[in-house]
């Protein structure tokens, strides 16, 4: 019994030991994973730029301040700009809201001091007051209506040859998603990147209709919202895809050409101004000059 007992004893003994043994690597390695997360993170923080790690969280933290007491309407109409500008620069809403809150403040700080360092009458330095702090408010969305305007203006002019392809792909037997990803594999730019993103938002249960709606108000042009108008109404009506691609390439072009030869017509106009101040007085120079030195020397000889 005792030789059982020590048996027993030295077992357990050795299970104890070697649990305590596999806490202790357990801890180890718990230790060590941890430490390579943080060194990891710390690599990642490192490798963003400056303005990402010091300028955005005070941006992100100001636009909170500043959505925190403004109105829902105005939050989501700068969202809804961001989104036809592509988010530029990674800015999202809050960040736009503390960066002109934070155009705000410079500017205007900029215009009052120059109105208190300006020696002029008060109403010349009140001016320079305002149109500081009118700066600070209207810049950031001054620029924000740029990207806009540039992001559709890249949608309108890869528009064409997108329908042409995917009328290419329609016709010659694939489904509309198909053709879409065709379409993304094949072309680069702003409205590859909403295909893609209306193909995500499908993937991830987001009606057909409601993606393609959202898409047309992300874009803000009015081709691409016809386009998704006319694939609505032949998705509920049971007309061919291919066809309807077809007949809105066709009509794209059309208005296409018709800008063209409307932008043409103009162009008349726009150098009637050039012509008259510029280039008219440089040709009566050429033209008249020598005579009217000539008509000069002839009148001094006949006073004499």
Request: glycine share 10%.
């Amino acid at each position: 019994m005792i030789l059982v007992g020590l048996a027993i004893a030295s077992l357990l003994a050795g299970m104890l030991g070697r649990s305590q043994a596999t806490v202790i690597e357990e801890r180890v390695t718990a230790v060590a994973q941890r430490r390579s997360r943080i060194g990891d993170a710390i690599r990642h923080e490192l490798s963003m730029p400056l303005r990402e790690r010091l300028l955005a969280p005070w941006m992100r933290q100001l636009g909170g301040a500043i959505s925190g007491g403004s109105k829902i309407g105005a939050f989501e109409r700068f969202r809804r700009q961001l989104d036809r500008a592509g988010y530029p620069y990674g800015l999202t809403t809050e960040t736009f809201m503390g960066l002109r809150g934070l155009s705000v403040l410079i500017f205007g700080g900029l215009g009052l001091w120059g109105a208190f360092m300006w020696h002029a009458p008060l109403v010349m330095r009140a001016a320079v007051g305002l149109l500081g702090v009118t700066a600070g408010v209207f810049l950031p969305q001054y620029l924000l209506d740029q990207h806009i305007r540039k992001r559709q203006q890249a949608i309108r002019k890869s528009l064409p040859d997108i329908m042409d392809l995917l009328v290419v792909c329609t016709e010659a037997g694939v489904g509309l998603d198909t053709a879409l990803q065709e379409v993304i594999r094949r072309r680069q730019g702003p409205l590859v990147y909403e295909f893609d993103r209306l193909l995500s938002e499908v993937r991830m249960g987001k009606s057909r209709a409601q993606a393609w709606q959202d898409l047309a108000e992300r874009t803000g042009v009015e081709e691409v919202r016809m386009l998704v108008t006319s694939l609505l109404q032949a998705e509920q009506l049971g007309v061919s895809i291919a066809k309807t691609l077809r007949t809105q390439a066709n009509a794209l072009r059309n208005r296409r050409s018709m800008k063209v030869r409307i932008a043409a017509a103009g162009m008349a106009v726009k150098m009637l101004f050039p012509l008259v101040f510029f280039i008219f007085p440089a040709v009566f120079t050429v033209v008249l000059g020598p005579a009217v030195v000539s008509i000069s020397e002839n009148f001094h000889l006949f006073g004499r």
